[in-house]
């Protein structure tokens, strides 16, 4: 038979009442028991009180709970029936976490683990379970628990922020939250060697070390502390809010600035699609979790990308802009807010000497008939000329030039010539658009005009219905004076130039190679007068150098003779052609009786010939080399010479 026993207990106004227990029989197994969505504890005592929590019915006694919850004591104080029921709205963990509490009040052990500790501790907060209703409550048990235990190790630290996400504001209240990033941040910046097995929970440890010893048993593991991204998988598993406060944190603590963006990166490549193009070798490093299981977080993707860029600091390199430019298509695949995408363009352009040609092909994802999204690009060249101020760059230790001020304009226009070479195959692409994005960069940005021709002839290729008019207004975009001798002898027999372009391409082709000749021919005049004396400081000097220099001038005076034949029949073979079209201008003058000179009929198709001293003999051209050749005349097949050399340089 079940003995009853008689207990008093006292609330906090010092009131008196009289419970009566029944206590089981000593051989008799008690607990709780679960029938549907109804908890029973077998106690042989009826139930006085039954809490209702999501649902589920717990049907219990009102001294267990009375004696450790001040929410419930003060509910049933107000109470006056012998049984009640009573609903707790918004418990912390449900009724999972409410029968931990349940056995804890019935003096059963409370199973915390770093998965039910967040809760746990919200739950008795909850309940009002301090040491004031019962010496060593739940909540000081809780946070006894959460300190000596979770907060020394990592993956427990990982594993009870994952499970704040629910509880974010009675979290806030426990400073759960912010002793866990804390400690996150205080392990990332120590020597991971130092806090011992088991840290890392991958399954390839390493180090210079020896083995690890773990409560005296040899692991045969190691641990990797020359590693400094051992970190980035964990933290990964973490929402984005979560995330973003341990990158502050972090941060204040002095993490290196490589370092968070390297977690950064790794993060985004996670959860945003189309990034893992962009992805660089180093940080391409596949993690097996091996000793505890993690679930990925749910992510909204337009909120992470806000939140990446936000996070994303001022500085710049090779692989970071590369990243940047794949936010930038990912936001324009995800259609982001316009404040992001301008922000992105901003940082692109800030270091746009240090982009690729295939990291800048963005295509097009909006209306848009063009294959390549030209605008993009124009405005981030706007942004690069109008940066002030050159950011920082990273640590030595990543993959970075440092450059004058002028080398950058140098490549960045070296990189637009390819960039316009690659959208010139596009059909829907406008002349005009062609135009603006090659004046985009000032006059100075290019010692040479041959990437600005190539991209033309592209252009002229892929669209031949152009009129001979806009093919000259995009001409005009080129000075031929900067244009090399290949890339001249090849215009010279494009059959897509306008003839204007060409009888230009002509003469200042005409005027490289006359200069060049002088050159070569000055040098040998040189060669051949008396060397004077040398002065050097000592005779033994003297006579190395002397020896040195006249076999290394033999030797070149041997190429330049070459050269220089090379270049005399080249002159020959131009000053040639150049009479014809004299000729051929003559013809045209018959018809005009007014124009008589062929320099005149030249400036009237649009040719403009710079004044030379051989302007007196309009029947020849002069020449420094020896007589040029004898010209045939052959019956012209086409507006343009064709019996000469083929130079190609493309």
């Known amino acids: 038979m079940p003995t009853r026993t008689l207990a008093w207990l006292t609330d906090k106004k010092g009131v008196f009442f009289l419970l009566s227990l029944v206590m089981a029989p000593a051989r008799k197994v008690t607990g709780f028991l679960k029938e549907g969505n109804d908890w029973f504890y077998n106690a042989g005592l009826p139930s006085d009180i039954t809490v209702v929590v999501d649902g589920i019915n717990f049907h219990l006694h009102k001294f267990p709970l009375v004696s450790k919850c001040g929410k419930i004591a003060r509910i049933c104080e107000e109470s006056f029936e ?349 002349p005009m658009k062609i135009r603006s994005l090659a004046e985009a960069l000032p006059e100075s940005s290019r010692a040479l005009h041959d990437g600005l021709y190539r991209a033309l002839d592209i252009y002229f290729k892929a669209h031949p219905w152009l009129s001979e008019r806009e093919k000259e207004e995009l001409c005009n975009i080129i000075d031929y004076q900067k244009l090399s001798i290949d890339a001249c002898a090849h215009a010279s027999q494009n059959d897509r130039l306008p003839l204007r372009v060409v009888l230009q391409v002509l003469f200042f082709e005409q005027m490289q190679l006359r200069t060049a000749l002088a050159g070569c021919l000055h040098v040998l005049d040189a060669e051949n007068a008396p060397a004077g004396p040398i002065t050097v400081p000592t005779d033994t000097a003297g006579q190395i150098v002397q020896r040195d220099g006249w076999v290394t001038v033999v030797r070149e005076n041997q190429v330049l003779k070459v050269d220089m034949e090379n270049m005399r029949s080249r002159v020959g073979e131009l000053e040639e052609e150049f009479s014809k079209i004299k000729q051929e201008m003559k013809r045209v003058t018959k018809s005009h009786s007014s124009l008589s000179s062929p320099r005149l009929v030249a400036r009237k198709i649009g040719c403009k010939l710079l004044p030379r001293s051989s302007d007196a003999q309009p029947d020849t051209v002069d020449s420094t080399g020896p007589t040029p050749r004898a010209s045939v005349e052959q019956p012209r097949s086409s507006r343009h010479s064709r019996h000469r050399k083929s130079f190609s340089l493309f």
């Open 82 to 430: 012998k049984a009640f029921t009573m609903a707790l709205e918004d418990f912390p963990g449900g009724p999972d976490t409410f029968l931990i509490i349940v056995k804890f009040c019935y003096g059963m052990r409370a199973e915390l683990t770093p998965r039910n500790i967040v809760t746990v501790s919200c739950a008795a907060d909850y309940l009002e379970m301090t040491d004031e209703y019962g010496e060593d409550n739940l909540l000081s048990k809780s946070e006894s628990f959460f300190h000596k235990n979770v907060l020394r190790n990592w993956k427990d630290c990982i594993l009870a922020l994952q499970s704040c996400d629910p509880l974010t504001p009675r979290v806030e209240k426990l400073q759960i939250v912010s002793k866990s990033l804390n400690a996150l941040s205080m392990m990332v910046c120590t020597d991971p060697s130092l806090f011992g097995w088991p840290m890392m929970m991958y399954g390839r440890l390493q180090s210079p070390g020896g083995s690890i010893l773990w409560n005296g048993i040899n692991t045969g593991a190691r641990i990797r502390s020359t590693e400094s991204d051992w970190w980035f998988e964990d933290i990964s598993y973490l929402n984005v809010g979560l995330f973003e406060k341990l990158i502050h944190t972090m941060e204040t603590r002095g993490v290196r600035p490589e370092n968070l963006v390297g977690a950064i990166m790794y993060y985004a490549r996670k959860y945003l699609p189309g990034l893992g193009r962009w992805q660089s070798r180093q940080s391409g490093k596949t993690r097996t979790v091996a000793s505890f299981s993690l679930t990925p977080a749910a992510v909204d993707q337009k909120v992470l990308l806000e939140t990446i860029e936000k996070l994303l600091p001022e500085k710049k390199g090779k692989s970071f802009c590369r990243f940047l430019l794949g936010l930038l298509r990912v936001a324009l695949i995800l259609s982001g807010r316009q404040t992001c995408k301008d922000s992105l363009e901003r940082r692109i352009g800030m270091q746009l000497e240090m982009a690729t040609l295939d990291a800048l092909l963005i295509p097009t994802y909006s209306d848009s008939d063009t294959l390549y999204d030209t605008d993009c690009m124009e405005r981030i060249i706007h942004h690069f000329m109008n940066s002030e101020s050159r950011i920082t760059s990273f640590s030595p230790s990543l993959d970075l030039e440092t450059s004058p001020s002028s080398e950058p304009l140098r490549k960045v226009a070296k990189l637009m010539d390819n960039y316009i070479a690659e959208v010139a195959s596009d059909v829907n692409l406008k």
